[in-house]
């Protein structure tokens, strides 16, 4: 099993765009699901920037496969897959473990926000947007 990105260097980031200061900020294991590999790489850093550990995955069964290995806190996906939704994603997640989700949706899916929330996502964020809004959706999220 891969180590999480940022595991090795989580502090040595800076935040400059933290919602909530690291240092009050408990880090925690995020799973990103998303097909484009650009967007899912950028915010894989992003989050690694605000001292998170971050796996990735560009496909449900990918992201299936990582969530019976680990202990996740935290999904970001996309409501679009490559081989099925982000709602069906979560549904797989939470029969798994009990998990924290944000959304992310092409700007012709800003219509699918209250779906998203009845589905469990605590948010949901719409393409293209500033990494900083991410950053808020996660401090927003109840966390322990």
Not at 9 to 37: F, M, W, Y
Not at 66 to 90: H, I, K, M, Y
Not at 94 to 100: G, T, V
Request: charged residues 20%; negative net charge.
């Amino acid at each position: 099993m891969p180590l999480p990105i940022g595991f090795k260097n989580r502090c040595s980031a800076n935040n400059t765009h933290n919602a909530v200061p690291i240092s009050e900020q408990k880090s925690l294991l995020v799973l990103v699901a998303e097909g484009d590999a650009a967007l899912r790489r950028g915010i894989e850093l992003f989050l690694v920037s605000e001292g998170h550990y971050v796996m990735s995955a560009a496909t449900i069964n990918e992201a299936s496969e990582l969530l019976r290995e680990n202990d996740f806190d935290l999904l970001v996906s996309n409501v679009d897959l490559p081989d099925g939704s982000g709602f069906e994603l979560l549904a797989t997640a939470r029969k798994i473990q009990p998990i924290h989700a944000v959304a992310i949706a092409a700007a012709s899916r800003a219509s699918l926000h209250p779906a998203a929330r009845e589905c469990g996502f605590g948010g949901m964020l719409v393409l293209p947007f500033e990494l900083n809004l991410l950053a808020n959706a996660i401090a927003a999220l109840p966390l322990e």
